[in-house]
């Protein structure tokens, strides 16, 4: 079962509309319809989400994506959570954009916030819910996953984001063989 939903993102008003930050853009949609009182601790933010019964905690990590895992692995330890109880939402080159995958586990595919999770939860065992971006046709990484979406993309995200909304109440309401199997 997730007891703990991860949305990793860059703290700033110039990250707010970047690809690196597809997780807070799902994050806001999510929590539009719902009320929640954030709390300020762990290197970021943190509120309980209730699945039915299931109290779940979502963190919104402030450390800046390459150290996501610092902030993660403070709320794990406080809250007594194992890395497979952790669910990650995080942007994803490897898949074309609008695309959603639930993962357990394995590599990092180059991203340095799965990098640093991995790091500080000494696994890679966790649950990831990966938002595809796709990759720059040119120009590097970097400059692609920390810039801004485009007008076409701009009109996708109106699809791409209830989406992976829709996938995550899923997951967090179904078992996570079911949701594996889905998604």
């Known amino acids: ?9 860059n703290p700033g008003r110039e990250y707010e509309k970047t690809r690196h930050n597809i997780a807070w853009m799902v994050l806001n949609s999510f929590t539009g319809s719902n009320i929640f009182v954030w709390k300020k601790k762990f290197n970021g933010q943190w509120t309980d989400y209730y699945a039915g019964t299931n109290k779940i905690i979502f963190l919104k990590p402030e450390t800046f994506m390459n150290n996501t895992g610092k902030s993660v692995q403070a709320a794990a330890h406080f809250f007594k959570i194992k890395p497979e109880e952790i669910l990650i939402l995080h942007d994803d080159l490897e898949l074309d954009f ?6 357990k586990g394995g ?8 990098r640093s999770m991995n790091q500080h939860l000494g696994t890679s065992e966790y649950y990831r819910l990966r938002l ?4 720059p046709v040119h120009g590097s990484v970097s400059s692609f996953v920390l810039g801004r979406f485009t007008p076409e993309e701009e009109i996708g995200l109106s699809v ?3 989406k992976a909304v829709s996938v995550l109440e899923d997951i967090l309401s179904l078992t996570l063989d079911s949701a594996l199997k889905e998604y």
């Open 160 to 162: 791409f984001i209830p």
């Open 107 to 114: 590599g990092t595919g180059g991203h340095n916030g799965l």
């Open 132 to 135: 595809g971006i796709g990759r």
């Open 1 to 9: 079962m997730i007891k703990m939903v991860v949305f990793s993102g």
């Open 98 to 103: 609008e695309k959603v995958v639930l993962k």
